[in-house]
């Protein structure tokens, strides 16, 4: 039988109240190579109209890159926050009320899997371009729009849906699940017959330094860096203190755990014994070398993130924290 939430819930002695990492090498998660993708963008600017800026709805107010409206702010602005399927949105009305108050204005919620929203975009850019001067480029009549925004958000995936959308044709960006599929600004990919819209696919580019060791683990549980740079067993502690907090407890019935707990290499064993993810290794007692099975914890910790990253614990909202007022203690990086 399964255990029932209340059952779950009483079961717990005390959830964690906050999250450290052993080690804190956070620099190492975030290689500061991504500079040159940004000066690339900045020389295409001059016949860019508008910028959208791409990043995830599961952390619609952290992990940005600041440098982005630094170095390319002077353009219209919409801010996409894609992979909606994934994220909890109860709370969406205090989230735009958070981004206006941070000057965000035009925003849209989008899912790319599901084509949710994507019609929106169009309408909205040709909106904000309409009610700007275009500099060197009013006579001509086609729109270019910049696609920006961190690795893995779905930058490729956006433009893919909108020629769906627009234009009834298929991929023209390459997608894939791991950060750094696009290497650099591309060639003109037009989305839109009537008005005539052409973007530019740029790489993911991550903000040089982060700004604490929560938005560091934030931004590797949606995949915007390699997870082997974070650690898989790190990011796997930190999914399951997430989980926890928000008493999201999918993952019990998952992977028919007894009870839900918050000590991960308890979890993790759990989750490798159920998946048979384990490894024989000898051991030397005073009998001789014995054969003893020991459970996978890197195997398990990649399947519990790729579950989670497939949506299958539910949806999450990884930035209540912010909502609530009261972001991690945790944020020297
Ligand atoms: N669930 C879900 N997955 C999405 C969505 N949009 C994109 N993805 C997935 O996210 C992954 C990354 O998508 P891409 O379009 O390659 O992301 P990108 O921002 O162009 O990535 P880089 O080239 O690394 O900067 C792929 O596995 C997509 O299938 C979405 O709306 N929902």
Redesign the pocket.
């Known amino acids: 039988m399964r255990p029932s939430l209340r059952a779950l819930l009483a079961s717990r002695a005390a959830w964690r109240e906050s999250f450290s990492v052993r080690g804190r090498d956070v620099a190492r998660w975030f290689p500061g190579h991504m500079a040159k993708g940004l000066k690339k963008m900045q020389s295409s600017l001059k016949v860019v109209d508008c910028v959208i800026e791409?990043h995830d709805?599961r952390i619609p107010l952290s992990g940005r890159n600041p440098l982005f409206q630094e170095t390319l702010g002077l353009k219209p602005h919409l801010l996409v926050l894609?992979?909606?399927?994934?994220a909890d949105l109860t709370e969406q009305q205090k989230i735009m009320q958070h981004l206006e108050g941070e000057g965000l204005k035009n925003v849209i919620f989008?899912?790319?899997?599901?084509d949710?929203n994507v019609k929106q975009i169009i309408p909205k850019v040709t909106e904000l371009i309409g009610s700007s001067y275009r500099y060197h480029r009013a006579e001509n009549l086609e729109y270019c729009i910049m696609?920006i925004?961190?690795?893995?958000?779905?930058?490729?995936?956006?433009?893919?849906?909108l020629r769906r959308q627009h234009l009834r044709i298929g991929k023209a960006?390459?997608?894939?699940?791991?950060?750094?599929?696009?290497?650099a600004v591309t060639s003109r990919i037009q989305v839109c017959e009537r008005p005539p819209i052409f973007l530019l696919?740029?790489?993911?580019v991550l903000a040089p330094q982060i700004e604490s060791v929560e938005t560091g683990l934030k931004l590797a549980l949606c995949?915007?860096v390699l997870d082997h740079l974070v650690g898989e067993e790190t990011m796997a502690d930190y999914l399951l203190y997430t989980l926890n907090q928000h008493r999201l407890l999918g993952y019990v019935q998952h992977y028919g755990l007894d009870t839900a707990c918050d000590d991960v290499e308890h979890v993790l064993k759990s989750v490798a014994m159920k998946l048979g993810k384990t490894r024989k290794v000898k051991v030397l007692t005073g009998t001789g070398d014995v054969n003893v099975t020991q459970p996978n914890y890197s195997a398990a910790a990649c399947d519990f993130l790729r579950t989670f990253?497939?949506?299958l614990l539910g949806p999450v909202m990884l930035d209540h924290d912010i909502l609530e007022g009261h972001p991690s203690a945790n944020t020297d990086p």
């Open positions: 791409v709805a894609n992979k909606m399927d994934l989008t899912s790319c899997v599901k949710e696609v925004g961190v690795p893995n958000v779905g930058k490729s995936s956006l433009i893919n849906s960006a390459r997608v894939g699940g791991e950060p750094g599929i696009t290497r696919d740029t790489p993911g995949g915007t990253r497939s949506g």
